[in-house]
């Protein structure tokens, strides 16, 4: 064998010892760390399951099932928490049937309708609304909007009084720190989501599929609807679930414009309470099993959120994988 | 060494096996081996790409690996330098051995192979770095640290590379500011700044236009008594120009199983494959019937 | 009539009838209103915290103490301790939470491939990322603040809820910005015998790190604007404390959240200017976030 003429910097290059260096110490730090700062996630939400649930145990094992009812009393000691959950429910259901329509719409706005170059202001003023920080919409929400809101609902509900569906939906009692309230302003917080998420799913739609609609002669709402929508329904339903998720779980801004007074009715302009909202309002004060049940609470919100998130997650991977399979 | 001009094609039987994997022997007596494949088989998960290699590459040599898409060649070349172990599922059968000493026998470190056996890819690669940082990356890597000494090897490896005189008054523009000629350039430049042993090349030319390959290919003739030098390359007349030795690979098909698989067909001294090749399928390559 | 006299057919080339084109003229306007519905409120916020609170923010409302809401009479006293504590709070979530973050995205990218645990941890920062804030501070006050009796409450814990807010963010939007690196830059590297690890840390990341600087930017315009997960770590107090270790303190959305509830006078203008302050703050950082987006796309060019 000949040898080697030019210097090799890693070792003599006709001897294979050099070749079996050990995997260098770094390397393997760097591996293991990254790989920690990945189980950190899990780590945690693990912990947060449990370190909740712990604290919150008197509160399961003093009430039992009537967690369940709506009585919430912490004077007469007794905490059932059924008005939150139904506040929670009511609000997201508000704030997703005035913002779904929107956000779709904004989405569809800037992927067919608007050409890129001017869509950028467009972008720039969804970002801006995700920017608000929420304890400022509850300050402007409380201050400014729910007054001015207290006016119209008054009309509204003057009008319909008595009246079959819309009287028990819209009628008195009038608040202007109440469930729809609260509502409006969780739909504001909730568009720039569910129209980012919507805009990466239309986007995906093949171009093909559109020029073939367009081809036949379709005006735009009917390429919208037969080549757009089909493609993208499933992500946008999972959007949705997502902008759901959040608007459970935001509690500032529920906090401030809510009327926090426990009540199940279906009148909208009543002043309610939900989840997120009795814990903020009431944890700093509360002792015993009135923190047990504000911890529990915030259990339930827990587990809801993350079962709404899961599903929301997984209809939007089946859709993108569906759509790469096919 | 080979001009195209005079090469003539002849319409010989087709030799005996014996002589269809050896060295032809001539005027050219080979240098030391410094690759040595035996029964070389690589696999992606259960499929073959290639099959039962078995060749030796010289010193000093430039060597070509041609024949048709799919034919496994730059598998064969990716093996030498382990970058293979880089892709999921991938795995050598059969032994390779590097200068005596065998490249997949475990506790070889495969950073310490690649920093022996040097590589240049068919599409430019700069990193986004200046010109100078993208030359000295390789031999920061391994612990040089002195900025004159630095200096010295980016000059240095720049001027083999024949860029040294068109960048070395921006060496801190970004890399990806040069031209695709100047680019591969750059990169070959990189690879040559560890002082390699050996420099595989994936189709280094084909991205680019033909003055930028005429350069790349002035260069390559150049270092070639400082380098082991293995190209795969698509241009047949490439080959004849630079290469000392060229192997012809091909695809077998196996009709029965729907299978197909790379197989090394001929391998000899560049002249007497294009000029006289023993096997009918490595002549009708390479007088253009085939492929 | 013959075929040669008869009057050639005129292509139809006239828009579909009627209805269907209003149809789709009335879908593409309900769009663009629904961008119109979009503006007004944001507009009508914005220009609401503007006027209320340009009157009252200058140096000396960012630099003075509060007063506290029940004394009298009421001044209109300063937001200086909660601008220290959300600067000093954010920027200790942020090294935290960026680093951390980065790296559990190099592993997702980078080590994880195509393997079932990066699919499940790239899942569950998804996941993470709709978990409550409330929630989040109610986690660290079980699992830290409690710890310390009636000592717990610090700006410390503050920024371990911001962090894990800030988390799965930061993972994701790192993820995807290393996922847009080209696999030929790694090969590159790994050609001239580097390994994994100095692959990563020495082309990948910084082929990325514009757009993880950007992203990461993003988050921390998100958390310094969050009030929930401080509402229980740092307790929210009215006197300025540097120390963000030990001690309650509090930050600019407490701030104006204890404000919004309070009946007292000088809250609501002291609300006002906290809230343009704590606007401005999100709004430059979402800016720069932007100016890094463009300069990085620059230099890869």
Same mark, same amino acid.
């Given at each position: 064998?000949?040898?080697?003429?030019?210097?090799?910097?890693?070792?003599?290059?006709?001897?294979?010892?050099?070749?079996?260096?050990?995997?260098?110490?770094?390397?393997?730090?760097?591996?293991?760390?990254?790989?920690?700062?990945?189980?950190?996630?899990?780590?945690?939400?693990?912990?947060?399951?449990?370190?909740?649930?712990?604290?919150?145990?008197?509160?399961?094992?003093?009430?039992?099932?009537?967690?369940?009812?709506?009585?919430?009393?912490?004077?007469?000691?007794?905490?059932?928490?059924?008005?939150?959950?139904?506040?929670?429910?009511?609000?997201?259901?508000?704030?997703?049937?005035?913002?779904?329509?929107?956000?779709?719409?904004?989405?569809?706005?800037?992927?067919?309708?608007?050409?890129?170059?001017?869509?950028?202001?467009?972008?720039?003023?969804?970002?801006?609304?995700?920017?608000?920080?929420?304890?400022?919409?509850?300050?402007?929400?409380?201050?400014?909007?729910?007054?001015?809101?207290?006016?119209?609902?008054?009309?509204?509900?003057?009008?319909?009084?008595?009246?079959?569906?819309?009287?028990?939906?819209?009628?008195?009692?009038?608040?202007?720190?109440?469930?729809?309230?609260?509502?409006?302003?969780?739909?504001?917080?909730?568009?720039?989501?569910?129209?980012?998420?919507?805009?990466?799913?239309?986007?995906?739609?093949?171009?093909?599929?559109?020029?073939?609609?367009?081809?036949?002669?379709?005006?735009?709402?009917?390429?919208?609807?037969?080549?757009?929508?089909?493609?993208?329904?499933?992500?946008?339903?999972?959007?949705?679930?997502?902008?759901?998720?959040?608007?459970?779980?935001?509690?500032?801004?529920?906090?401030?414009?809510?009327?926090?007074?426990?009540?199940?009715?279906?009148?909208?302009?009543?002043?309610?309470?939900?989840?997120?909202?009795?814990?903020?309002?009431?944890?700093?004060?509360?002792?015993?099993?009135?923190?047990?049940?504000?911890?529990?609470?915030?259990?339930?919100?827990?587990?809801?959120?993350?079962?709404?998130?899961?599903?929301?997650?997984?209809?939007?991977?089946?859709?993108?994988?569906?759509?790469?399979?096919? | 060494?080979?001009?195209?001009?005079?090469?003539?094609?002849?319409?010989?039987?087709?030799?005996?096996?014996?002589?269809?994997?050896?060295?032809?022997?001539?005027?050219?007596?080979?240098?030391?081996?410094?690759?040595?494949?035996?029964?070389?088989?690589?696999?992606?998960?259960?499929?073959?790409?290639?099959?039962?290699?078995?060749?030796?590459?010289?010193?000093?040599?430039?060597?070509?690996?041609?024949?048709?898409?799919?034919?496994?060649?730059?598998?064969?070349?990716?093996?030498?330098?382990?970058?293979?172990?880089?892709?999921?599922?991938?795995?050598?059968?059969?032994?390779?051995?590097?200068?005596?000493?065998?490249?997949?026998?475990?506790?070889?470190?495969?950073?310490?192979?690649?920093?022996?056996?040097?590589?240049?890819?068919?599409?430019?690669?700069?990193?986004?770095?200046?010109?100078?940082?993208?030359?000295?990356?390789?031999?920061?890597?391994?612990?040089?640290?002195?900025?004159?000494?630095?200096?010295?090897?980016?000059?240095?490896?720049?001027?083999?590379?024949?860029?040294?005189?068109?960048?070395?008054?921006?060496?801190?523009?970004?890399?990806?500011?040069?031209?695709?000629?100047?680019?591969?350039?750059?990169?070959?430049?990189?690879?040559?700044?560890?002082?390699?042993?050996?420099?595989?090349?994936?189709?280094?030319?084909?991205?680019?236009?033909?003055?930028?390959?005429?350069?790349?290919?002035?260069?390559?003739?150049?270092?070639?008594?400082?380098?082991?030098?293995?190209?795969?390359?698509?241009?047949?007349?490439?080959?004849?120009?630079?290469?000392?030795?060229?192997?012809?690979?091909?695809?077998?098909?196996?009709?029965?199983?729907?299978?197909?698989?790379?197989?090394?067909?001929?391998?000899?001294?560049?002249?007497?494959?294009?000029?006289?090749?023993?096997?009918?399928?490595?002549?009708?390559?390479?007088?253009?019937?085939?492929? | 009539?013959?075929?040669?006299?008869?009057?050639?057919?005129?292509? $139809?080339?006239?828009?579909?009838?009627?209805?269907?084109?209003?149809?789709?003229?009335?879908?593409?306007?309900?769009?663009?209103?629904?961008?119109?519905?979009?503006?007004?409120?944001?507009?009508?916020?914005?220009?609401?915290?503007?006027?209320?609170?340009?009157?009252?923010?200058?140096?000396?409302?960012?630099?003075?103490?509060?007063?506290? +809401?029940?004394?009298? +009479?009421?001044?209109?006293?300063?937001?200086?301790?909660?601008?220290?504590?959300?600067?000093?709070?954010?920027?200790?979530?942020?090294?935290?939470?960026?680093?951390?973050?980065?790296?559990?995205?190099?592993?997702?990218?980078?080590?994880?491939?195509?393997?079932?645990?990066?699919?499940? &941890?790239?899942?569950?920062? $998804?996941?993470?990322?709709?978990?409550?804030?409330?929630?989040?501070?109610?986690?660290?006050?079980?699992?830290?603040?409690?710890?310390?009796?009636?000592?717990?409450?610090?700006?410390?814990?503050?920024?371990?809820?911001?962090?894990?807010?800030?988390?799965?963010?930061?993972?994701?939007?790192?993820?995807?910005?290393?996922?847009?690196?080209?696999?030929?830059?790694?090969?590159?590297?790994?050609?001239?015998?580097?390994?994994?690890?100095?692959?990563?840390?020495?082309?990948?990341?910084?082929?990325?790190?514009?757009?993880?600087?950007?992203?990461?930017?993003?988050?921390?315009?998100?958390?310094?604007?969050?009030?929930? +997960?401080?509402?229980?770590?740092?307790?929210?107090?009215?006197?300025?404390?540097?120390?963000?270790?030990?001690?309650?303190?509090?930050?600019?959305?407490?701030?104006?959240?204890?404000?919004?509830?309070?009946?007292? &006078?000088?809250?609501?203008?002291?609300?006002?200017?906290?809230?343009?302050?704590?606007?401005?703050?999100?709004?430059?950082?979402?800016?720069?976030?932007?100016?890094?987006?463009?300069?990085?796309?620059?230099?890869?060019?």
């Amino acid at each position: 064998m000949s040898a080697v003429t030019q210097v090799d910097p890693a070792g003599t290059a006709g001897s294979t010892r050099a070749l079996s260096e050990r995997r260098p110490l770094g390397d393997r730090t760097f591996q293991a760390l990254a790989l920690g700062c990945g189980l950190l996630v899990l780590v945690i939400l693990v912990l947060i399951a449990i370190t909740t649930s712990q604290q919150s145990t008197s509160w399961f094992s003093a009430e039992g099932f009537k967690i369940f009812t709506n009585n919430w009393n912490p004077s007469a000691n007794q905490f059932g928490a059924l008005a939150f959950i139904y506040g929670t429910a009511i609000t997201a259901v508000i704030a997703i049937v005035l913002a779904v329509p929107v956000s779709v719409g904004i989405a569809l706005l800037l992927t067919e309708v608007v050409p890129p170059r001017r869509a950028r202001p467009i972008v720039y003023v969804v970002d801006l609304l995700a920017v608000v920080p929420s304890v400022v919409w509850g300050l402007w929400g409380i201050l400014v909007f729910a007054p001015w809101l207290q006016h119209i609902y008054t009309s509204i509900a003057s009008g319909v009084n008595g009246t079959p569906v819309l009287g028990p939906l819209f009628g008195q009692p009038v608040s202007g720190a109440s469930f729809f309230t609260a509502g409006i302003i969780l739909a504001f917080m909730i568009t720039p989501i569910v129209t980012s998420l919507s805009r990466e799913v239309i986007a995906t739609v093949p171009t093909i599929d559109k020029e073939g609609a367009y081809a036949l002669g379709a005006t735009r709402w009917e390429m919208i609807r037969g080549a757009v929508w089909p493609h993208s329904q499933g992500g946008v339903v999972g959007a949705v679930l997502l902008g759901l998720g959040r608007a459970m779980g935001e509690t500032i801004a529920a906090a401030l414009v809510i009327g926090s007074s426990p009540a199940i009715t279906s009148h909208l302009f009543a002043p309610g309470y939900n989840m997120p909202a009795v814990i903020a309002n009431q944890f700093g004060e509360s002792t015993g099993v009135w923190r047990a049940g504000l911890m529990g609470t915030a259990v339930l919100l827990f587990a809801i959120t993350i079962i709404v998130n899961v599903l929301a997650r997984g209809i939007v991977e089946r859709n993108a994988r569906r759509k790469r399979g096919a | 060494m080979d001009d195209p001009e005079q090469m003539t094609v002849t319409t010989s039987l087709p030799k005996p096996a014996a002589l269809r994997e050896q060295v032809a022997t001539g005027s050219d007596t080979p240098g030391a081996p410094v690759f040595a494949t035996r029964n070389v088989s690589c696999y992606y998960g259960s499929f073959r790409a290639v099959t039962d290699v078995s060749l030796t590459i010289y010193e000093n040599d430039i060597t070509a690996f041609i024949g048709p898409s799919g034919c496994g060649k730059t598998t064969v070349l990716r093996t030498l330098n382990r970058m293979n172990d880089l892709v999921e599922g991938a795995r050598v059968e059969g032994d390779v051995e590097y200068r005596g000493a065998p490249l997949y026998a475990p506790g070889v470190s495969a950073t310490a192979v690649r920093r022996r056996i040097g590589m240049v890819f068919q599409k430019p690669n700069p990193f986004p770095k200046s010109i100078y940082d993208n030359v000295a990356y390789g031999p920061r890597i391994n612990g040089e640290r002195k900025k004159e000494k630095l200096d010295e090897i980016v000059e240095h490896s720049l001027r083999q590379a024949a860029l040294w005189d068109e960048v070395k008054n921006r060496l801190n523009k970004s890399g990806l500011s040069l031209s695709g000629g100047q680019a591969q350039r750059l990169c070959i430049a990189r690879t040559l700044a560890v002082e390699p042993d050996v420099v595989l090349m994936d189709e280094p030319c084909s991205a680019l236009d033909p003055i930028a390959t005429g350069k790349i290919e002035d260069l390559m003739r150049e270092i070639k008594s400082r380098y082991t030098i293995v190209i795969v390359t698509h241009n047949m007349q490439q080959a004849t120009r630079v290469s000392d030795r060229t192997a012809f690979y091909s695809v077998l098909r196996d009709e029965q199983n729907d299978t197909r698989t790379g197989v090394l067909v001929e391998y000899g001294r560049t002249q007497q494959i294009f000029a006289d090749p023993a096997d009918p399928r490595t002549q009708a390559y390479v007088t253009g019937r085939v492929g | 009539m013959s075929a040669l006299t008869a009057e050639p057919q005129k292509a $139809d080339l006239r828009e579909p009838a009627g209805w269907r084109r209003t149809k789709s003229r009335i879908m593409t306007s309900l769009m663009v209103l629904s961008f119109v519905v979009v503006i007004i409120p944001l507009g009508f916020v914005l220009w609401t915290v503007i006027a209320k609170g340009a009157s009252v923010v200058g140096w000396s409302f960012w630099t003075s103490g509060t007063i506290p +809401p029940n004394t009298e +009479p009421l001044g209109l006293g300063g937001i200086g301790p909660a601008i220290v504590g959300t600067v000093e709070i954010v920027a200790l979530a942020s090294a935290m939470a960026v680093p951390l973050g980065v790296l559990g995205a190099i592993y997702i990218n980078e080590y994880g491939g195509r393997g079932v645990l990066a699919r499940i &941890v790239r899942f569950m920062a $998804d996941v993470m990322t709709g978990v409550p804030s409330i929630v989040m501070g109610l986690f660290i006050f079980s699992i830290w603040v409690l710890h310390f009796g009636t000592n717990g409450f610090s700006g410390l814990a503050g920024a371990f809820a911001l962090g894990c807010l800030m988390l799965p963010i930061v993972i994701r939007s790192s993820e995807e910005m290393l996922k847009l690196v080209p696999d030929s830059l790694r090969e590159g590297s790994y050609a001239l015998g580097a390994t994994k690890a100095r692959v990563t840390v020495t082309v990948v990341l910084p082929a990325a790190l514009g757009g993880i600087v950007s992203g990461a930017l993003l988050a921390i315009a998100r958390a310094a604007g969050e009030t929930a +997960p401080l509402l229980f770590t740092i307790l929210g107090v009215q006197s300025l404390n540097w120390n963000v270790f030990h001690g309650a303190t509090t930050a600019l959305p407490l701030l104006i959240f204890s404000n919004a509830s309070s009946p007292y &006078v000088g809250a609501e203008g002291r609300g006002w200017g906290a809230a343009l302050t704590l606007i401005a703050i999100a709004f430059i950082l979402m800016i720069t976030a932007r100016l890094v987006t463009a300069r990085f796309a620059r230099y890869a060019r």
